[in-house]
């Protein structure tokens, strides 16, 4: 791929996040035309050790991407998309431990309207639990860790059960 100039690259690439963040949702093909445009579109923007990181995990979600999608697996399929999967939860640790770590980032406007609509949903919701609870019905909470993606993807064998019904 031809390298572009500096200045024009960083032009286009402004360009093509706003058009990103104008959609309200992503049509099927554009999503392919983003995950393809990624890696080209990333290169480069980091330094060196940042922009190795970035580049693989892009690679790597990719991979698992094509492999999640395949429409019939087979026993080999199947084993590497569960070793894919392992590989790319240490990528996305890898990520957030050394790349978002060394940048200071805030939320935008528009994210930080949607955080705090959804912080009045979510105390609506619970007090209507609680008026519920009051007339003797109860519901446990349950929480999840988004500081951690991928947590159980270490474990392997996590796709077995695929294969099992397969067998079947």
Known sequence: MKKMAARNFEDLLQVWISNIESLETVPSNSESYLRQCAIPAFEGLLPSYHNEIVMTLLYRLAEWHALAKLRMHTDPTLDLLDSITSILGRELRRFRQIVCSAYSTKDLPKEKAARQR????????????????????????KSSSAQTPMSQADKPGKLSWIKKISNS
Do not use: P
């Open 118 to 141: 959804k912080k009045r949903r979510d105390q609506a919701k619970a007090a209507a639990n609680n008026a519920s609870d009051i007339h003797g019905s109860s519901s446990a909470a």
